[in-house]
């Protein structure tokens, strides 16, 4: 008959001859993983801020016709042009169509009105321009 002892000489070498290699690995590696979070990036400070587009939002509701029930009107209030483009994440989506709906890029002088139609309730409209903070409205 054979009887194997975990507890033998040959067993417990080998145990700890294991733990040694891997106490060994771990030491030799440790230097690799703090250099490599020596070079993370770093994030920018939190008190650096973009500007607020200079831009006032009111919603027209429009009956009839071919434009939607709503239209977003977009009136520039500073001294210059803004260029300005919007992403419309639609409130109702239909299983064929996209999610949202982009538009162009669009140049609104100082004083001047920009209006985006086919808007409807609960639709999330995000403007943005270079040099400004991204800025939210929603379709009431």
């Known amino acids: 008959m054979n009887n194997s002892s975990t507890n033998s000489p040959r067993s417990a070498f080998r145990r700890s001859s294991l733990f040694t290699l891997v106490c060994v690995l771990g030491l030799a590696l440790a230097p690799f993983q703090i250099l490599r979070a020596a070079d993370a990036p770093t994030t920018p400070p939190a008190t650096v801020k973009a500007a607020v587009l200079p831009l006032t939002a009111t919603f027209e509701k429009v009956t009839g016709g071919e434009n939607g029930p709503f239209v977003l009107k977009l009136k520039n ?47 999330k409209v995000i403007l943005t321009a270079k040099n400004f903070a991204p800025m939210e409205v929603v379709v009431p």
């Open 77 to 123: 209030t500073s001294d210059h042009a803004v260029m300005v483009s919007a992403k419309i994440l639609l409130s109702v989506v239909m299983h064929a169509d996209t999610k949202a709906r982009h538009v162009p890029e669009h140049a609104i002088e100082a004083g001047q009105t920009w209006s985006i139609p086919d808007l409807a309730a609960a639709d």
